[in-house]
């Protein structure tokens, strides 16, 4: 399973391509050792992600998929005040079909993240 991943360090994205076999069934706010996605020294926490359709997940949705009733939150651009959406949002755990996670470093290690993600100046 190819898994893209944007590690969020210091302020800096570094993308990574890598095998995300080893993530299935952890869940947003979970923190995991780097030796697991080949990174030794280094701490992770999950932080945000999406599925191979681009939807969001939620930490608050325990399933795969589902359709939720909301006000505001993740996924959900609200422009008038109360008014609630049906939306489809991804659960909180990584499976199969997940695309891309968002990670963030809790603990660094030795050797230093791949070069950062320059932003373009308009």
Request: hydrophobic residues 35%; proline residues 5%; charged residues 30%.
């Amino acid at each position: 399973m190819e898994l893209k991943v944007v590690i969020n360090h210091k302020g800096k994205s570094y993308p990574k391509t890598l095998d995300g076999s080893r993530l299935i069934g952890m869940k947003l706010g979970q923190t995991f050792k780097g030796e697991l996605i080949g990174m030794p020294g280094y701490e992770f926490k999950i932080t945000g992600g999406s599925d191979f359709a681009g939807f969001p997940m939620r930490p608050d949705v325990n399933t795969l998929r589902a359709r939720i009733l909301a006000v505001k939150g993740i996924g959900l651009k609200n422009k008038e005040k109360g008014k609630r959406i049906r939306k489809l949002v991804a659960g909180n755990t990584v499976y199969e079909k997940t695309a891309q996670l968002n990670l963030l470093v809790t603990k660094e290690g030795k050797e230093p993240l791949a070069q950062p993600v320059e932003e373009k100046k308009e």
